[in-house]
């Protein structure tokens, strides 16, 4: 692939992880939190800054992890967008669907970074 394609998968991953980083703050602090003055739920927060500059300087093997552990925030978000209403209810849409953004872009770039000699072992099998 291109690196002006596999750039692109790494810029849709960093803004959507980052958007997400200050929708979780956001989300929890502020705008709709379980309880009045914030919740511990703002941890989800901090723990999307460690796969962060792994995602930045573009390392095959974050992008990988990040696929699998993004999916605990799709949960999360779909769970809240069917339990609560309002502006929570909101939030967690938007949370679900930066979710699935980060998976397929994590996806999309791990393909395009694949090495040749992971193609023929993969199409081996």
């Known amino acids: ?14 803004a959507s992880l980052i958007a997400l980083i200050f929708l979780c703050l956001g989300w929890e602090l ?9 919740s511990w739920l703002v941890l989800k ?10 995602i930045l300087r573009g390392k095959r093997y974050t992008y990988k992890w990040l696929s699998l552990f993004i999916q605990f925030y799709l949960l999360e978000g779909a769970t ?3 339990s609560e209403h309002g502006l929570a209810q909101q939030l967690a849409i938007a949370e679900s669907l930066l ?16 090495q040749p000699q992971e193609e023929k072992t993969t199409s081996a099998s």
């Open 1 to 14: 692939m291109s690196t002006v394609t596999i750039s692109r998968y790494q810029f849709i991953t960093s």
């Open 30 to 38: 502020w705008w709709a939190p379980l309880k009045p003055g914030g």
């Open 45 to 54: 927060a901090v723990i999307l800054l460690a796969p962060l500059f792994g």
């Open 80 to 82: 809240r967008a069917t």
């Open 99 to 114: 979710a699935i953004i980060i998976f397929i872009a994590c996806i999309l770039f791990v393909r395009a970074t694949r």
